[in-house]
Structures are given as C-alpha cells and as structure tokens.
C-alpha cells in the first residue's frame, strides 16, 4: 500500500486502481475466451446435426464441419442416436481399419467410423456433435483489443506512482541479487517447457526414428571404426564425427538421441546467457523466444531422428549467442568460440553455407567499426582454416576442392520435374530424363506450370520426385543412362543438367525458387503431430520391421543392431485389424498435460506466418538503421545478421531443393528471438551490461 500525500489525489489514484482492476479483469476474460476457443476449459458446450457424410476409405467418412479450427486433440464429442462415439482422438489407421465409432476432429472436418462400422448416409441414424459455442471472432478480437489498451493505459498512469521510485531505490541497491534472479527465470523459462516436451517421449515412447539418409551418415562411421579414411561424397563430416564421439562412451542409438536434446537445451541456455550478458532488460524475453523454438513438435521430431538437422541447429543457436557477446563485449575469446560454430555448423549441413556471407559481413563491420586487429584474426583465421582442411581434404580423398560433394545431386533432385529432353544429350540421357518426366501425371504438369499455391506446387513437385518405383529417384535413371561413370563425372553432368534448367525455362526457375521460398515460410504455421509419427514409428521399426536397421546390408545392420529385433514398448498398444496390426501409444498424465494444454497454447502463439513475417519488417528496418547509423549500430548490425540468415535460407532451399519442414525448422529461432531482441534497434532505450 502507499500513502496519499495531497487528498486532492484521492480521485486520480481511486481511477489508477480501477484501471488496474479493470486491466486484470480483462486479461482474465481473454486468457478465458484462449482457453475456451482451444477446447482446453470450456465455458459452454452446443449441439449441432451432422447429415452429409462422405467416404473417405474402409470404414472412415468424412463431414464437413462449419468450425475451421478443431485443432487435434478436440475434446467435442460424436453422438449417434444420442450415445457417445469412441474413442475420440483416434488416429486414421485406427478409424479406417479398426472403425466401431472411432472419431478425430481435423479443423474443418470430422472423420468418424458408425458403432457397428455400418453406412452412416443409409442405416437410418442420427449424428450430431457436441462442441463448444464459438465465440465470435469480432468480440475476441475486441476483447484482447481493449485488453491490451486499457494495460497501457494503467500501466502509464501506475508508472508514475512514488512507489515505483522506492522499487527502482532498492533493486539499485540488489542489484547482484536482481542479476541472479534474471538468470535463474530466464533459464527456467527454457527448461521447463523443454521438459515437458521431452519427458513424455523420454519416460515412456521411446522410439528412435532411422531415416533412409541415416544409412549414409553411418557408413562414414564405419570407414572411422575401421580406421580408413571416409569419402565424403554423399555426406559431410561433422555428423558422423558426433555420432562417432557419442559412440566413445555409449555404442547405442538412443545415446545419439540423448546428446542431442542435451546439446539442444545447452544451447538455448547459453543464446539466453548471451542476452544476458549483453542486453541484460532483454534476457527473459529471449528465454521465451528459445522457450518457444525448442519445445515444437518439429523440434522434438528432429532430436529422436538419427540425422543431422537438430546438432545443426544447436550449433547455429550456439554460433549467434557466441557472435552477440563478440560484437558487444570486444574480446578475442567470443570471436573464436563464434569463428568455430559456423565452420562446424558447415561440416554438419551443406544449407549452413550461407554463414559464409555472414562471416564476411562481420568482418567488414570489424574493419569499419575499428575493432582491434586480434578480434579480427579471432574470426577470420578459425573459419577459413576449418573451410580450408575440408577442401583439402575431399580434394585428397575426392579429387575435388570443394566444401560439399553432393550439392549438384541436390540441385537436380530439387528440379528434377522440369528436366526436358535435348537434342544436346544422349540418347540414354533423353531416355532417363523420358522416365523420370513420366512419374508426373498431365494434370500435375499442369498445376506445376500454373499455380503459385505453395502448398499445391510443393505437392506436385515432391510427389513427381518420390515417385521412383525403386529406381533411387532421380539419380537412378541418370546413372543408369550415362553407365559407370565416376562420381565426378556424373556430379559434372548432374550441374550441367540443372544449368540447362535455368537457362531453357528461366521464367519456370524463377516461380520454383520464390513458390518454395513462399512455402519455406508457411512452415512456421504448420505442427507435426508429434504423437502420430512415433505411432508410425513403432509401427515400422517394431511391427512392420520395414526399417533400414532391418536391411541385408551388413553396415547397416550391424550399426542398427540394437533395434534390430526390438522388444515390445509397455507404452504402445497393436490391436489386429482388416489392415493388420494398428498401432497406438497408451495416453498417460504427462503426455496430456503436454499434447491437450501445451501444445495448442504453443500451437497458438508461435505456429503462425506473423513470425516470418516480423522477420522481414525486423531486416527491413535493421537495413535502413545500418544505413543511417553508417554501419556503426551494433544492436542494428545483430539483427540484420539474423534476419538475414533466415532469409538467406529459405533461398538456399528455394533454389536447391524442397520446403520439407525439416529443412526449414533449422532457422525457425531466429524469427522468435529477433522479435524478442528487437529493442536493440534503439539502443539508447537498453542499457546493456558489458563485463
């Protein structure tokens, strides 16, 4: 409580307590309508009649529904005759295969199976669902509106309140105190929904996910085993030398996907004590920011797949939080430890080759900004020397200097639905490229060369490049044409067929390149069903045993042994159907409390095209402060670099391959700690601590 000095004041504050209490009514009422509109406590429930059903497959049907967001888990509920249908939330195998009036609420549709898996449009029953009473858009948007005016209103009045200068007086006075309790916030701002989003799968689904590409990263183990060099023609080094180190302590697959959430958290916590350490006012705003990137689904599916992207990504996080505190605090140390990440982060994944251009505008800022000769080495001399033994080394085992073997393989396959013949090539050469043209059937060729619907064009494209009947996509009827040519020939004739690409459908290119940067984007608003994939993952590594650890390679196999005759998983359930075994994991506390809370809360907040867009308005804007501060804004400069990056990386994939969400996650932190660190612009309203 505080003291009215002069009554003539008593009505003024009487009005600041009213806003205040006001403020909190409001933000009560919002965070309401929130948990009402995701069906997490729902204030009331309505009936509606479904009548037009559609068959989907086997026992599934489908109805359309006039609510567009039943966001999966839904707690509304199918009624026939009046009865409850169940279990709800089933996944579609189950409802297709298994049917007995199993359901799940996908957004706009519902897809239910009838109690007795009979036709729901001719056995003479009634459907309706039970849901919850939407509340109109305009009165949410109202709401959270005046939510947020009327808090900016209180808080400008409550600022200037006396007992504002005595908090000010004694965090002056605790100020190490104050520090402690940031760092300690901020860090649990990360961990905690780290935990929650991991411990489900830790405590009780552990399935490990062994990718196709895994086999080649393997391979370059064993070569390292043996004690012989490894040719790093299809893969680059750095991940089969941390799956190789993981391999000194423990020889098993699940300690790969261990070190991996390890070196996932350890880096989110040291960007946020990189905030902290130069942005200080900054730093719980940066823990939500990494708080938000590592606990999606994407980022959990990543970890449990034996592949690169998520130790890619952990280095990237780590490579900006070193380069903060280099280009604020000036010390040697921070340059070298940054200089390191990104060559690393070049070993681990081709993709990081925009890190280059990264470097380069750091050291030009270094030289105008007048930075001392040693923070300049500190840079410049780790990352070309690593860049360097690299070319060095395929160079020695390859015969060719260069970072990546592979990337003429990826550019092809990235354009492999707009090769044509030429009279230029083969016969056998127009022959494959006959075969691969083929797998796309008229009506996709013609959605290809007239929609800018990402999703659509991405479609299309990836369906024309995964359907290879065996004949290992585009490469096989390449290689198959052109007979038993070294890999550096058929690299050479892989780069001369997509420079054919451009140069004859340069207009085809150009849509390609901007359609999948459009959808490289869009994948900030799209989740994976997290629960779904390990589902599919039991399935395939322990029912259908259809793996690549069950392969006859003997590499393979040997690396894989520990899956490859699995015990059965307490956690999981396979029910017998029509369709053969149908997977399920067993619902538990921890698993709710992250999949029906957690989730759609995050799903909410941080699945939506408003962060890539901030991105650009955060690059836009960083541009023209660099521009008018002459290239002498630090905070401007950090944000630019970000901002840049992720751009940069949705061309790279743009002009390469497809907008898997795999490749796009990787730099999917910079658009939430951007906005987080977007204050820096004006760096005379944050007092950074340096020291």
Known sequence: MFHIKDEAQRPQVLLIIAGVITTVMLWALSISIVLHNQEIVVAAWQSKPVTKFYPVANHTYEAFLDKNDFSPPS?????????????????????????????????DRLHFSTSDNTDPRTNGRFYEIKWPVPIPPLLSWFVFGLMIAVTAISYYFVRNLDIWVCAGDYLRRHRKGLSVLIIAVSFGIVIVPFLITRLP?????????????????MEIVDSMDKGMLPSLYLRPPGYPIFMKLVFLISNKLFSVVITQSALALIASLVFVFAVFRTYRGLTPLAAIALAAF???HACLESEITILSESVYVSVLVLAFGLLIMALRLRKPLYFTLFSIAAASALYIRPAGIFLIVIVLLTLIYLAVNRYK??????????????????AFYNLFTFHSFSLN?????????????LLEQDGRYSKELNA????????????????????????????????????????????????????????QKLYRIYKDLYLDVIKRNPWQFFRKTIITFLAYQQNTAKEHEIYSILNMLYNDMYVQKNTMCNSLDITVGTLCKEYSNPRPLPYFGVQESECGGIVNYIPTVIQGIHYKIFSKL???LFRSLLWPALNLYIFVMSVYYLIRCRYRNTGAF?????????????????????????????????????????????KDVIKSTQG
Request: net charge negative; charged share 15%; aromatic share 12%.
């Open 432 to 487: 494959a490229i006959k075969k691969i043209q083929d797998r796309m059937a008229p009506h996709d060729r013609e959605v290809l060369e007239t929609t800018w619907d990402p999703e659509k064009y991405d479609k299309v494209m990836t369906d024309a490049y995964n359907n290879t009947s065996g004949d290992k996509g585009v490469a096989g009827p390449i290689i198959e044409a052109t007979g038993n040519l070294s890999q």
């Open 638 to 682: 950090i944000l630019f670099i970000m901002s840049s990056s992720a751009i940069m990386s949705a061309l790279i994939v743009g002009l390469s391959t497809f907008p898997n969400i795999r490749y796009s996650y990787t730099t999917e932190f910079i658009y939430y700690a951007g906005a987080a660190l977007l204050p820096i612009l004006w």
């Open 201 to 217: 799968f830790y405590l009780y689904y552990q399935v490990i996910a062994v990718h196709p590409d895994t086999a080649g990263y």
């Open 75 to 107: 707690a509304s509920i199918v009624y026939e005759n009046g009865v409850p249908l169940g279990p709800g939330n089933s996944n579609a195998p189950s409802i297709s295969c298994l049917g007995m009036g199993r359901y799940q609420f996908r957004y």
């Open 602 to 604: 995050h799903r909410l």
């Open 294 to 296: 590592s606990s999606s």
């Open 373 to 390: 000769r040693n923070n300049v080495a500190a840079l410049a001399v780790p990352f070309s020397s690593l860049l360097l033994i690299l």
């Open 405 to 417: 073997n592979n990337a003429e393989l990826t550019l092809i396959a990235g354009v492999s639905a």
